[in-house]
């Protein structure tokens, strides 16, 4: 069993920035990032491949973040730019220990981090 856990959330004003972390106590293939705000269902954020050759973006964040990964680290990064309080929830890391790929669907998944939350002030 593979443990995610999750830093780097917090406060900020709209327009700023921060990096989100996702450690991971084992090896695992696929990676993603989705969220959940209050009232809301969870949703994809960003993902990416082993490699790190292959991303995908939610299109509401496209030119804002940045996904990416350290395999030697067994780390992945949220690079969040431009935060808009639309951006606000709880941010959840997710791997697969089977999937390759860029992968959007939740199902794919099979480790999810605890959360950190992410707010924007308007």
């Known amino acids: 069993q593979v443990q995610l856990v999750e830093s780097g959330g917090g406060l900020v004003q709209a327009g700023g920035s921060l990096r989100l972390s996702c450690a991971a106590s084992g090896g695992t293939l696929s990676s993603g990032w989705f969220r959940q705000a209050p009232g809301k269902e969870r949703e994809f954020v960003a993902a990416i491949s082993w490699s790190g050759i292959s991303t995908e973006y939610e299109d509401s964040v496209k030119g804002r973040f940045t996904i990416s990964r350290d395999n030697a680290k067994k780390a992945v990064y949220l690079q969040m730019n431009s935060l808009k309080p639309e951006d606000t929830a709880v941010y959840y890391c997710?791997?697969?220990?089977?999937?390759?790929?860029?992968?959007?669907?939740?199902?794919?998944?099979?480790?999810w981090g605890q959360g950190t939350q992410v707010t924007v002030s308007s």
């Open positions: 997710a791997a697969s220990r089977t999937y390759d790929g860029a992968r959007r669907r939740a199902n794919f998944y099979h480790y």
